[in-house]
């Protein structure tokens, strides 16, 4: 890791009216311990770093991506950064999740008791005395959400905590939360194949001055330019079940893609590029985490925070992928189901 890079100035944005001032992008880390089939934890760590010695300063993750696996992972890798880069790194964490030893998820748990046990559990993985941002992954339907966001106020009163953040909530939700307490961000799937927060979510959250960290910008990789229609997918791999991965559902949203790099070729860049930079384009209150999981394609990612969408520009990626064209819901039915957002 070198350190000369870390002094360049880069775009940051800051999460909501009382959130953390962070890069424009984020890292999503899920990736390096679960959900898209094996990761190299050599190379993860070395994207972490490079991501930090790039200006990154979100890094994103959740304590169920491999059960805590995720979080140590972050841990070792801010242990071996150079401490300026440690200090300026801002870790947003999601709890809840309920798992089986095999790996299934059996719902959500955002009782105040379970919150502090979550949280516990989380700072000693993590070896830090505090998480920068602590969210819920999924509203529990059988907890009101101002008792989850009320016990992480009290952990916030506490020191452990510094910003409260939610996950994937409705309208009506995100509201509840904000009268509870100060909310600095939604996390929430957001791009050119996922727009349904435009409507009502996105508003919301801007009239309440609450940010959005925008996840699935590349579809999951299928609007990155990289996934081919022949790609095997080993046990455990979410696309494996995602609606939008499956048989004619591929091939259309994978021909939206083929569309979209028409496009960024056009304008001299790369398909996840393009994908990217709309996102970014979409309000300097979003930004989006990036799920890198090898240093060449962090190094991509980056290259979007260089591109100028013009008016004709992103006129040409609308026609591309217009709003609504994706074949598939976003995640299977039972997963849909946990989505207060789409309630
Ligand atoms: N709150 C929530 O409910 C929620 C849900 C999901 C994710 N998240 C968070 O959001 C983060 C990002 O989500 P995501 O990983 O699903 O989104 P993503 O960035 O849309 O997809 C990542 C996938 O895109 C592929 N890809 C191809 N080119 C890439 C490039 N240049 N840069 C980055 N990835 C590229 C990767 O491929 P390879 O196969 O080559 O690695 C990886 O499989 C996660 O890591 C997690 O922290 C939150």
């Excluded at 800051?14 to 959130?19: E, I, K, R, W």
């Excluded at 979510?201 to 699935?216: D, F, K, S, W």
């Amino acid at each position: 890791m070198t350190s000369s890079a870390a002094q360049l100035p880069r775009p940051v944005r800051t999460l909501g009216a009382t959130g953390p001032q962070v890069s424009a992008l984020g890292l999503g880390c899920m990736g390096m311990s679960a959900l898209y089939g094996a990761a190299d934890r050599t190379e993860s760590v070395a994207t972490i770093h490079a991501a930090l010695d790039a200006g990154v300063t979100l890094l994103d993750t959740g304590d169920f991506y491999g059960m805590g696996h995720n979080e140590l992972l972050i841990a070792e890798a801010l242990r071996t950064a150079p401490p300026a880069a440690r200090e300026q790194a801002v870790v947003s964490v999601k709890f809840g999740a309920l798992r089986t030893v095999e790996g299934g998820f059996t719902g959500y748990d955002g009782r105040p008791s379970a919150v502090k046990n979550f949280a516990a559990y989380s700072l000693q993985r993590l070896g830090t005395d505090h998480i920068d941002v602590y969210r819920i992954a999924r509203v529990d339907p059988d907890v009101p959400i101002e008792e989850t966001v009320g016990a992480i106020a009290e952990l916030v009163e506490a020191g452990h905590v510094r910003h409260i953040g939610l996950s994937e909530a409705g309208a009506d939700t995100i509201r509840r939360a904000a009268a509870t307490a100060p909310v600095a961000d939604l996390q929430i799937e957001y791009s050119l194949l996922s727009r349904g927060i435009e409507e009502t979510i996105l508003p919301t959250v801007r009239e309440l001055g609450i940010g959005v960290t925008a996840y699935g910008v590349l579809s999951r990789g299928l609007i990155s330019g990289h996934f081919t229609r022949d790609r095997e997918l080993t046990a455990g791999d979410f696309r494996g079940m995602s609606p939008r991965f499956q048989g004619a559902n591929l091939h259309r949203n994978l021909d939206l893609a083929d569309r979209l790099r028409t496009v960024a070729e056009q304008k001299g860049i790369s398909t996840a590029q393009a994908a990217i930079a709309w996102v970014l384009s979409r309000g300097t209150d979003i930004v989006p985490l990036i799920g890198a999981r090898t240093r060449v394609r962090l190094q991509e990612a980056l290259g979007a925070l260089d591109v100028a969408l013009t008016a004709d520009d992103l006129a040409a990626i609308e026609r591309a992928v217009p709003a609504g064209s994706a074949a598939g819901e976003r995640y299977p039915a039972a997963q849909m189901a946990h989505l207060d957002s789409e309630h």
